[in-house]
């Protein structure tokens, strides 16, 4: 009797330590440090910080040189190596470690080239909805058929230098159009072109991947999902399309969060 007694109390132990142990994890403070999208800015992810801080996270969401509040900086020397070297700028002189970086759509180029200087600062590299180059390959070359040829032609319609901005999803909003459209600008066409040159080969951190499902009917980002599936990485989905941190804030705040404290792939 006493031996069951025992066992029954020490499982129960075991349980609760179990439940606690979670919820430190789940409650454990997480900093995430974002690169966004084209023509965008750090201002897009307004509604996520409210969000992150409620829970005690930190979001750092900066801005690359030429666009957004930096639109001043605009020049068509900015290549993707510039954008790369304003997160690392970040990094140094914020003093971030044990980060979660994010890189969405365009900012997944920016991402990998920041991960792959500095590995040993990001705990885990999540794409949302991104484009994942390999050494030498551009943005551009990651497009489909004629969408490069495309994007340099209206680039002749700004100032030959910069390329307007695409279509905003369609499942944005007309309070959210009206707030996004006079912020997204044109941005320069090197950012695109420029190849991304890795150091140290494929990233050697964690990696996830979040596919939104409402895609457009080029369907450009299932290629790198699927690729993330067939290398094993931790991929999820989101019932949103291009710019969840717009249109879907709560969802994308679950998912980020569960992919940042869920155990590392062995």
């Given at each position: 009797?006493?031996?069951?007694?025992?066992?029954?109390?020490?499982?129960?132990?075991?349980?609760?330590?179990?439940?606690?142990?979670?919820?430190?994890?789940?409650?454990?403070?997480?900093?995430?440090?974002?690169?966004?999208?084209?023509?965008?800015?750090?201002?897009?992810?307004?509604?996520?910080?409210?969000?992150?801080?409620?829970?005690?996270?930190?979001?750092?969401?900066?801005?690359?040189?030429?666009?957004?509040?930096?639109?001043?900086?605009?020049?068509?020397?900015?290549?993707?190596?510039?954008?790369?070297?304003?997160?690392?700028?970040?990094?140094?002189?914020?003093?971030?470690?044990?980060?979660?970086?994010?890189?969405?759509?365009?900012?997944?180029?920016v991402a990998t080239g920041v991960v792959d200087r500095v590995p040993e600062l990001?705990?885990?590299?999540?794409?949302?909805?991104?484009?994942?180059?390999?050494?030498?390959?551009?943005?551009?070359?990651?497009?489909?058929?004629?969408?490069?040829?495309?994007?340099?032609?209206?680039?002749?319609?700004?100032?030959?230098?910069?390329?307007?901005?695409?279509?905003?999803?369609?499942?944005?909003?007309?309070?959210?159009?009206?707030?996004?459209?006079?912020?997204?600008?044109?941005?320069?066409?090197?950012?695109?072109?420029?190849?991304?040159?890795?150091?140290?080969?494929?990233?050697?951190?964690?990696?996830?991947?979040?596919?939104?499902?409402?895609?457009?009917?080029?369907?450009?980002?299932?290629?790198?999902?699927?690729?993330?599936?067939?290398?094993?990485?931790?991929?999820?989905?989101?019932?949103?399309?291009?710019?969840?941190?717009?249109?879907?804030?709560?969802?994308?705040?679950?998912?980020?969060?569960?992919?940042?404290?869920?155990?590392?792939?062995?």
């Amino acid at each position: 009797m006493e031996r069951r007694k025992f066992l029954k109390l020490s499982a129960a132990g075991l349980a609760v330590a179990g439940i606690e142990t979670r919820a430190a994890t789940a409650s454990r403070p997480i900093t995430f440090l974002v690169a966004h999208g084209a023509w965008s800015g750090g201002w897009s992810w307004r509604k996520m910080r409210p969000l992150m801080a409620a829970a005690g996270h930190r979001l750092i969401t900066p801005t690359y040189t030429g666009i957004g509040e930096r639109e001043h900086l605009a020049s068509p020397d900015i290549d993707l190596e510039t954008h790369i070297q304003d997160v690392l700028g970040v990094i140094k002189y914020e003093g971030l470690r044990d980060l979660v970086l994010i890189g969405h759509s365009y900012g997944g180029m920016v991402a990998t080239g920041v991960v792959d200087r500095v590995p040993e600062l990001v705990s885990k590299l999540i794409y949302l909805d991104a484009f994942v180059p390999r050494d030498g390959q551009a943005l551009v070359d990651l497009l489909p058929p004629g969408s490069a040829d495309r994007m340099r032609a209206a680039a002749k319609t700004v100032d030959g230098w910069r390329v307007p901005p695409n279509p905003s999803p369609p499942d944005t909003s007309p309070e959210d159009l009206a707030w996004i459209a006079p912020l997204r600008i044109p941005q320069p066409i090197r950012t695109f072109e420029t190849p991304l040159r890795l150091r140290n080969g494929e990233p050697r951190v964690p990696r996830a991947y979040i596919y939104c499902k409402r895609t457009t009917p080029e369907d450009t980002f299932r290629p790198f999902a699927e690729r993330a599936r067939r290398e094993g990485w931790d991929v999820r989905e989101i019932d949103a399309s291009h710019s969840p941190h717009i249109t879907a804030p709560d969802a994308l705040f679950e998912l980020l969060v569960s992919i940042a404290t869920a155990p590392a792939e062995s």
